[in-house]
């Protein structure tokens, strides 16, 4: 079992940046798939970015391309999500997330993915 916290949320206004971090617990780090997912009040959870245990696949939403960068640091055993040229938008919670690598297929479907953080709060202002 892996435990997440995210941190680096906050209010920014567009145009801005913000990088956001994913602490992982204990030492199999490097067995999980990570993701990075948003939601919206009174919306779905749905997938920003995910990156597979080696760092070397990666998946965007359309919407975020070019603007965002996920990537890992196994000796840090965490994942960080550098958010730039950020859009107005109405807060939305920033959730990273878990998936072994272990008896499992690639995937960005937040179902998918058993072990969640609490989330980290993004305000992008006008």
């Known amino acids: 079992q892996v435990q997440l916290v995210e941190s680096g949320g906050g209010l920014v206004q567009a145009g801005g940046s913000l990088r956001l971090s994913c602490a992982a617990s204990g030492r199999t780090f490097s067995s999980y798939n990570m993701g990075w997912f948003r939601q919206a009040p009174g919306k779905e959870r749905d997938v920003v970015a995910a990156i597979d245990w080696t760092g070397g696949r990666l998946y965007y939403t359309d919407s975020v391309k070019g603007r965002f960068t996920i990537s890992r640091d196994s000796a840090k055993n965490t994942v960080y999500l550098q958010m730039n040229s950020l859009k107005p938008e109405a807060p939305s919670v920033y959730y990273c997330?878990?998936?072994?690598?272990?008896?499992?297929?690639?995937?960005?479907?937040?179902?998918?993915?058993?072990?969640w953080g609490h989330g980290t709060q993004v305000t992008v202002s006008s």
């Open positions: 997330a878990a998936r072994s690598r272990f008896g499992t297929n690639w995937s960005v479907n937040a179902d998918d993915y058993p072990y």
